[in-house]
Nanobody, 128 residues
Framework: QVQLVESGGGLVQAGGSLRLSCAAS????????MGWFRQAPGKERELVAAISFRGRSTYYADSVKGRFTISRDNAKNTVYLQMNSLKPEDTAVYYCAADVAGYRSGSYGYTTGEYDYWGQGTQVTVSS
């Protein structure tokens, strides 16, 4: 069973930065595509960024492009989300997720249904 544990969330002022980490255990992390999702109150969970299993391909939602960077360290079984120039609208619970089909596709999923394992989430709050 794959376990994902997020960390690094918190309260930050607008314009500030945070770095989220997601540590994986119990599976073959290096073969999974990974994604970061977020869910604000009253809204659907949305994909923020994704990375292929080797890290050669990435995706960003338009709302975070140029501000967020996803990366992974397969030796440490960890995926990161560097968030810069944070805005109040970035406030949400952030989840990391693993797409076990990533090894076969060489890509990553775009919807929640394409991800097989989820972390418990970490709160990010950006004050204005």
């Amino acid at each position: 069973q794959v376990q994902l544990v997020e960390s690094g969330g918190g309260l930050v002022q607008a314009g500030g930065s945070l770095r989220l980490s997601c540590a994986a255990s119990g599976g073959t992390f290096s073969s999974y595509a990974m994604g970061w999702f977020r869910q604000a109150p009253g809204k659907e969970r949305e994909l923020v960024a994704a990375i292929s299993f080797r890290g050669r391909s990435t995706y960003y939602a338009d709302s975070v492009k140029g501000r967020f960077t996803i990366s992974r360290d397969n030796a440490k079984n960890t995926v990161y989300l560097q968030m810069n120039s944070l805005k109040p609208e970035d406030t949400a619970v952030y989840y990391c997720a693993a797409d076990v089909a990533g090894y076969r596709s060489g890509s990553y999923g775009y919807t929640t249904g394409e991800y097989d394992y989820w972390g418990q989430g970490t709160q990010v709050t950006v004050s204005s």
